[in-house]
């Protein structure tokens, strides 16, 4: 009498049935990108503008273009994990517990914001230690394309920190 032998693609969806429950658990949050935060079709090139410069408040003052205020609402309400810098905005003794993540080092601080659609505004529950401010990290949370006006930028998404962990350089 002859064995029938699953075909190669039933051991495969077996497979996957079997391995990829555990690894979704492993990490619930997307991996994302800076470029991810806008829309697709739309170059970066064509957010941000010339600029000028605010002779009375001795601010750089830039300029964007309709684009710069455009979110990526597929990310809407999705758990993402995100690199950037922290720019903090509440500071207890225990740590930072509101911050801005930004793209690069020394944005909003040393050079113009980068545009609203770059920028997250982070709240957590787990305070960061204030003595890590200029380690990048990975922020994971949910995404939320909801934009609102800080002292220092215009901010286009919001996030409330599940995890925060420094970025290790692979």
Excluded at 42 to 64: F, L, M
Excluded at 125 to 148: C, I, Q
Aim: one cysteine or more; aromatic letters at 10%.
């Amino acid at each position: 009498m002859k064995r029938a032998h699953p075909s190669r693609r039933a051991v495969l969806a077996m497979l996957s049935a079997t391995l990829l429950p555990g690894r979704a658990m492993a990490n619930p949050f997307r991996e994302i990108i800076w470029e991810d935060l806008i829309p697709k079709g739309v170059p970066y090139g064509e957010i941000i503008g010339p600029g000028k410069i605010d002779e009375a408040n001795d601010t750089w003052v830039p300029e964007y273009d309709r684009n710069a205020w455009r979110m990526n609402t597929r990310l809407n309400g999705k758990a993402v994990k995100l690199p950037g810098y922290i720019i903090p905005f509440d500071v207890t003794s225990q740590g930072v517990t509101s911050f801005m993540l930004v793209p690069y080092v020394g944005a909003c601080i040393h050079t113009p914001p980068p545009p609203p659609n770059q920028l997250v505004f982070v709240t957590t529950k787990t305070p960061w230690p204030s003595d890590s401010l200029w380690d990048p990290v990975w922020v994971s949370g949910r995404l939320s394309a909801k934009s609102m006006k800080t002292q220092i930028a215009d901010v286009g998404y919001r996030m409330t920190a599940e995890r925060i962990e420094v970025y290790e350089w692979q």
